[in-house]
T-cell receptor, first 114, second 115 residues
Framework: EPEVTQTPSHQVTQMGQEVILRCVPI?????FYWYRQILGQKVEFLVSFYNNEISEKSEIFDDQFSVERPDGSNFTLKIRSTKLEDSAMYFCASGGLAGGNEQFFGPGTRLTVL | AQSVTQPDIHITVSEGASLELRCNYSYGATPYLFWYVQSPGQGLQLLLK??????LVQGIKGFEAEFKRSQSSFNLRKPSVHWSDAAEYFCAVGSSGAGSYQLTFGKGTKLSVIP
């Protein structure tokens, strides 16, 4: 069964450094998402991406964040200058057809900012 | 704005007992409703979804949920819990319509199962 994959599983970085989190969505899906979950809190939407552009973004997704689909298979989330409060589990998700179809989540990347 | 409330932070049940996890949502139009499960250190696995039609939906692992529009609820049930069901359960609501949509999650209910 196809699944969403994410690398790395755990990333440790120093405050102020740039990080890139990588995701490979399910191959025939059209819609791509990033969510985050700070330890002990609920999962929060960051951004959705369709047709090579951002469809929607939350207030969390400020200028420090960017997304890209560089090669038709990978989907990346870049944090330009990490802060301590960026420490969280970051989940990638992908969805197939028009609105209402379920989103399939990857296993997540745990980001620790020191 | 859409929102989801899961009033129970932690529930403990005995193996073999029945289970009901509560979920209430707030959304202006017809919602798309989901239940996801997260085992420790794992990602989110979809248990079931409601888009339209029959208000009682069946999911994986023997779970079911009932959409009640009048109560704005989408409670998750299982008639007999197994020890492997111990995990955190998240209810989520998504906007309807074409295109991509964001999911709004509840804070989750942690389920513990006593052997």
């Amino acid at each position: 069964e196809p699944e969403v994959t994410q690398t790395p599983s755990h990333q440790v970085t120093q405050m102020g450094q740039e990080v890139i989190l990588r995701c490979v969505p399910i191959s025939n899906h059209l819609y791509f998402y990033w969510y985050r979950q700070i330890l002990g809190q609920k999962v929060e939407f960051l951004v959705s991406f369709y047709n090579n552009e951002i469809s929607e973004k939350s207030e969390i997704f400020d200028d420090q964040f960017s997304v890209e689909r560089p090669d038709g298979s990978n989907f990346t989330l870049k944090i330009r200058s990490t802060k301590l409060e960026d420490s969280a589990m970051y989940f990638c998700a992908s969805g197939g057809l028009a609105g209402g179809n379920e989103q399939f989540f990857g296993p997540g990347t745990r980001l620790t900012v020191l | 704005a859409q929102s989801v409330t899961q009033p129970d932070i932690h529930i403990t049940v005995s193996e073999g007992a029945s289970l009901e996890l509560r979920c209430n949502y707030s959304y202006g139009a017809t919602p798309y409703l989901f239940w996801y499960v997260q085992s420790p250190g794992q990602g989110l696995q979809l248990l079931l979804k409601y888009f339209s039609g029959d208000t009682l939906v069946q999911g994986i692992k023997g779970f079911e949920a009932e959409f009640k529009r009048s109560q704005s609820s989408f409670n998750l049930r299982k008639p007999s819990v197994h020890w492997s069901d111990a995990a955190e359960y998240f209810c989520a609501v998504g906007s309807s319509g074409a295109g991509s949509y964001q999911l709004t999650f509840g804070k989750g209910t942690k389920l513990s199962v006593i052997p």
